[in-house]
């Protein structure tokens, strides 16, 4: 605004001296003017105060020497006087000019007016421009002053004052020009401004005009709109006040820093420091990220611009920009993330053109197949091939990227140094923009260590860890495969279950690493004397089973005796010179059956018969066996009813103490009655329960049956005796035994010294230290312990020692030859002293003579159990037998 303001004053003073000229050369006329009035005035009526002579003598130089033309015309229109100044405008020498008729003098147009005058009377004066003739023919403007005089004593003249008016004319001209000139100059300022303010008005920039003290004199209209919209309630949009002040006050979505380096700008721009500043910042609000740039300029003005008269601010939203400098940076930034995630990815990646010509590898690609970059750009992915897949396998590869545009699955590679390896690869297209192939982008994984650990994997599931042969899975999956092929082709197939004799015995008494040893040895014997479509396979401890294909009955014996022949050699493992025998059952499809199962089970018949039939030999499956397995699966279905259905109940066998006098306790005996069945012998049944696990809940019921009917004798004034209850292995095996026991006995309401729980040898045998620590469990409840059978299993004598057993139980088949039995009769006489040795009661069971009770008794036997003093009795019949025994009674208890 200021530099424009100036230039104005410059020429509003021009026109103003113009004007001044003017109007001095103006009032110079009127003073002429006035002072021809005033001589005209002095010589019509005042007393002239020299003498007349010398004032008409003054008068006559002073008009000779005025710079307007005078002259005195006749009424006739004669120049009668004419003055030089007259005669020198009209260019003719002034002896010439008086005496020219007036008309000579005036351009033919101002004739007319000039008679006017002449003719006028009375001193009217008059005044008017006209054109004067000069001698050369020359119009020159002029204006006259014209009157009449009437001396005394003279005829009326009429006086004419010229003033050439050229001069004025020219400065009038002049004049006129420089105010066109200056109209023009305002005129295209005006535009200008108004050009301007449209153009402030048009632009979205926020624009303010400051002072030189940095005061806003004007906004334009983005300006108001943004203050509007911002909230700015302020009617006078912030013009007059200082802008630095109003960047003090920093809103939300402002930088203070900014704040102050907008004012400090608008400082440094006002005091000419710098003629221009610029700066960007943010001005976010509630709802969107703004960003402005402030621009700063001076307005200056003087003749060199040096002249700081303001300053112009602009801000201009800049948020599109930032926006997009914003997003660009984003997207460099996720390229340089994609780029560095591709580099350091862990998988391999390769991605090729359209032509599937290597473009790419990563780090991983390098690290996984060997190649360096420069090995494979510009080459195919053929290069890494295996030759494990044949072309059949990529021409469905490449037609699934081609069609769905990805394809998944393993692969094997070949490395730089040649190995092969597994892959899981991933080939996915890249099109452009019209759909076409532009990329295809493989990424991969090395496999390797987790095929090995699926092989490994599949090894544990399908083979025995010990000796590597296929295990059960593995075992019947391969049967199913070759029973199928059997049925197909009307063939034959062979299934032996072997199973070492005694082995037990070997790990009881070397350990387990020998047994180990022994039955990898064992195995190795045999797998190297079958055939190759033969599988053996160890079905846990020491069994075996072995699947023969397309072996008739002839042949399965030839395979038996040659392995009975093979496994009874000597092994020797760990410097333990030992043997083996096994026993073989032998199952033959489809006659003992047409699935694996019913094989199986014939095979395990077969086979529990040869250990029947004395071990170290083989049995085929036959009629008689089957019928026995046919009975065993009748016995177990109606096993699982069996409880529901209340069908057993329990007998009480009288035990006496050696005297055969005095009856010391009972045996709680197991009785099953179906109805369908009848009575079923607990030697046939308690195996099958064991075997189907329904032992355990079996089991339980006796227990509790029997505590509670102890306490009913109780009730009923039986004398406290020792009540002996069998306990199954599989019983003892279980993980609450003593907690179950307790619970049952403290739910009976009788003590637990009452009870005493018959546990088989092999309970003791199969896992010594278990045994010892449940027994001891039992025992610190109160529960007494005997062993049942003793002398028919393998007990290992160094842990019988640490069993917390009240009694061992000789087993009957050592007192039925007595005493007539010499072998007998040294095996009861040992146990007795064992156990006498080791703090513990005999007792001796199916005692059924006289002379057996004697014996037993002169050895010492502590106690005696059998049909010689009675057989099992029902509860009630055993209360009364008891009341009539206790007291001890003399003779036969009968
Ligand atoms: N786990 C469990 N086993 C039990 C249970 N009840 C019985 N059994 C076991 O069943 C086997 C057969 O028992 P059982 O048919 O009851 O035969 C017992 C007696 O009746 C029989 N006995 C008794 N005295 C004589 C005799 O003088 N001569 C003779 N020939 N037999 C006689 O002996 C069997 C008792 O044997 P034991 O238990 O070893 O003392 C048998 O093994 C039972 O243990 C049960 O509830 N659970």
């Known amino acids: 605004m200021e530099p424009r303001q100036a230039h104005h004053g410059e020429l509003a003073a021009e026109l103003a001296a113009l004007q001044l000229q003017l109007n001095h050369a103006e009032d110079g006329w009127q003073t002429v003017c006035s002072c021809e009035a ?24 002073l008009i000779e020497e005025i710079a307007e033309g005078a002259l005195m015309v006749s009424r006739a229109g004669v120049v009668v006087y004419a003055n030089r100044a007259f005669a020198t405008l009209l260019g003719r020498p002034q002896h010439e000019t008086i005496g020219r008729r007036i008309e000579d003098c005036f351009a033919p147009e101002a004739h007319p007016r000039l008679a006017r005058v002449l003719g006028a009377r009375g001193g009217l004066r008059r005044r008017m421009q ?27 003249l009429t006086f004419l004052v010229v003033k050439d008016l050229t001069p004025q004319r020219r400065h009038d001209a002049a004049l006129a020009k420089r105010e066109s000139a200056l109209q023009d100059m305002r005129e295209r300022q005006q535009r200008t401004e108004n050009h301007l303010q449209e153009v402030l008005a048009a632009i979205p920039a926020h624009v303010a005009l400051l002072d030189t003290r940095g005061v806003i004199v004007s906004v334009n209209e983005a300006w108001k709109q943004f203050a509007k919209s911002n909230g700015y309630q302020g009617g006078d949009f912030g013009i007059g006040q200082n802008y630095a002040d109003l960047c003090g006050g920093v809103s939300e979505g402002q930088d203070a820093h900014d704040a102050a380096s907008a004012a400090e700008h608008i400082r440094s721009v006002l005091s000419g420091q710098s003629a221009e500043a610029a700066l960007e910042y943010p001005c976010h609000s509630p709802t969107e990220d703004r960003w402005f740039r402030m621009t700063v300029a001076a307005l200056k003005s003087g003749p060199d611009g040096g002249t700081v008269d303001g300053a112009i601010v602009m801000h201009i939203n800049i948020s599109e920009r930032k926006q997009a400098e914003s997003a660009e940076r984003t997207a460099l930034a996720e390229k340089l993330l994609i780029a560095r995630a591709v580099e350091q990815s862990a998988e391999g990646l390769m ?12 780090h991983a690609f390098e690290a996984i197949t ?43 590679s070949r490395r730089k140094d040649g190995t092969v390896y597994p892959l899981s690869m991933s080939v996915s297209r890249l099109d452009d923009a019209d759909g076409q192939p532009m990329n295809y982008v493989a990424s991969f994984s090395d496999i390797s260590e987790r095929k090995a650990a699926e092989e490994r994997v599949r090894r544990m599931a399908h083979f025995d860890a010990l000796t590597g042969l296929p295990n059960r899975a593995l075992l019947v999956e391969r049967a199913a495969h070759e029973l199928r092929i059997a049925h197909r082709s009307d063939g034959q197939l062979a299934l032996m279950f072997i199973d070492l004799d005694h082995f037990k015995h070997i790990n009881d008494s070397l350990g ?58 000597p092994y020797r493992v760990d410097r333990h010179e030992l043997s083996i025998t096994p026993s073989i059952g032998i199952a033959l499809y489809p006659v003992d059956g047409e699935d694996f199962g019913a094989l199986a089970r014939a095979a395990d018949a077969a086979m529990y018969r040869a250990k029947q039939g004395g071990r170290n030999r083989f049995r085929f499956h036959t009629a008689d066996i089957h019928a026995q397995s046919a009975r065993m699966l009748q016995l177990e279905n109606a096993l699982r009813q069996a409880l529901a259905h209340s069908e057993f109940s329990l007998r009480y066998q009288p035990q006496f103490d050696g005297t055969g006098q005095q009856i010391v306790g009972a045996e709680a005996l197991l009785r099953w009655h179906n109805r369908e069945l009848g009575t079923v012998s607990p030697a046939e049944f308690i195996a099958i329960a064991e075997s189907s696990g329904l032992i355990t809940s079996i089991g339980e019921w006796v227990l509790r049956t029997a505590s509670q009917q102890m306490r009913a004798w109780l009730d009923d004034g039986l004398a406290p005796l020792t009540l002996a209850v069998n306990l199954s292995a599989v019983q003892f095996r279980q993980p609450n035994l003593t907690e179950t026991v307790t619970r049952i006995v403290g739910e009976a309401g009788i003590a637990p010294e009452l009870l005493e729980l018959e546990l088989t040898e092999s309970v003791a045998s199969d896992d010594p230290a278990a045994a010892v620590t449940v027994m001891n469990e039992l025992h610190a409840h109160g529960v007494r312990m005997s ?3 003793f002398g028919t299993g393998y007990s290992s004598l160094s842990y019988l020692k640490r069993f917390k057993v009240d009694r061992l139980k000789i087993d009957r088949s050592f007192v039925g030859s ?26 001796a069971e199916g005692v059924e003579t006289q002379a057996q009770a004697r014996f037993l008794r002169e050895q010492g036997c502590d106690e005696m159990q059998g049909y010689w003093f009675s057989r099992p009795l029902t509860a009630g019949q055993f209360a009364r037998f008891a009341k009539a025994h206790h007291p001890p009674a003399a003779g036969r208890p009968g």
């Open 512 to 569: 387990h690493a020998v047994g180990d040893g022994l039955l990898v040895a064992l195995a190795e014997r045999f797998q190297q004397a079958l055939r190759e479509q033969d599988t053996l396979a160890r079905s846990g401890g020491d069994e075996f089973v072995l699947l023969l294909p397309g072996t008739d009955a002839p042949g399965a014996a030839h395979v038996a005796q040659k392995l009975l022949a093979l496994a009874s050699l």
């Open 130 to 156: 006209l054109d004067l003739l000069t001698a050369g023919g020359r119009r020159v403007a002029t204006r006259l002053s014209t009157g009449q005089l009437q001396l005394p004593g003279a005829p009326e």
């Open 818 to 843: 007595l005493p007539d039995s010499g072998e007998d009769q040294a095996i009861v006489k040992a146990i007795i002293s064992l156990a006498r040795s080791l703090g513990m009661k005999t007792i």
């Open 370 to 412: 060997g190649y360096a970059d420069s090995d494979v750009l510009g080459r195919t992915p053929r290069l890494l091939s295996s030759g494990r897949q044949d072309r059949t396998f990529y021409e469905a590869m490449w037609a699934a990227v081609e069609t769905s545009g990805h394809w998944r699955g393993e692969i094997w």
């Open 351 to 362: 991605v090729t053109d359209s032509r599937r010509r290597i473009v790419k590898v990563n």
């Open 38 to 61: 005033d001589a005209q005035a002095a010589g019509e009526g005042q007393e002239p105060s020299v003498a007349a002579g010398h004032v008409d003598h003054a008068c006559r130089l």
């Open 787 to 789: 062993i049942d059978d």
